[in-house]
């Protein structure tokens, strides 16, 4: 069965772009690319546009496409992509906004 999450990335001006991923959406899947694509920013600052469009046209199977339907209903994660803070992150069930980088070390019992 998928794990299918949404994306919501948003920059300094607040402008706000959707994504979705059909599958793998688990934090140690779609959360940790997301770390590992906003931590190659570097200096390096994107807007809302640029960032989603990099994700959407990687030429590797993380297949990002635009969420043109707002939520899906049948969504396991919302992340947050936060490119003024360059951070990522979860939406957990109790509606905590959580760093996916902590969420994951709370997964696995790290401190």
């Given at each position: 069965m998928s794990t299918r999450c949404n994306i919501s990335i948003i920059d300094s001006d607040l402008h706000t772009i959707l994504l979705y991923h059909h599958h793998d959406g688990y934090l140690s899947g779609v959360g940790m690319d997301l770390v590992k694509q906003v931590k190659l920013l570097q200096d390096r600052s994107y807007d809302t546009d640029e960032f989603a469009t990099m994700l959407i046209k990687r030429?590797?199977?993380?297949?990002?496409?635009?969420?043109?339907?707002?939520?899906?209903?049948?969504?396991?994660?919302?992340?947050?992509?936060?490119?003024?803070?360059?951070?990522?992150?979860?939406?957990?069930?109790?509606?905590?906004?959580?760093?996916?980088?902590?969420?994951?070390?709370?997964?696995?019992?790290?401190?």
């Open positions: 030429q590797d199977d993380t297949e990002y496409e635009l969420s043109t339907q707002g939520l899906h209903g049948d969504i396991e994660y919302l992340y947050q992509v936060n490119l003024t803070k360059k951070k990522v992150f979860v939406v957990m069930k109790k509606g905590m906004l959580v760093n996916v980088e902590d969420a994951i070390k709370d997964e696995k019992g790290e401190e």
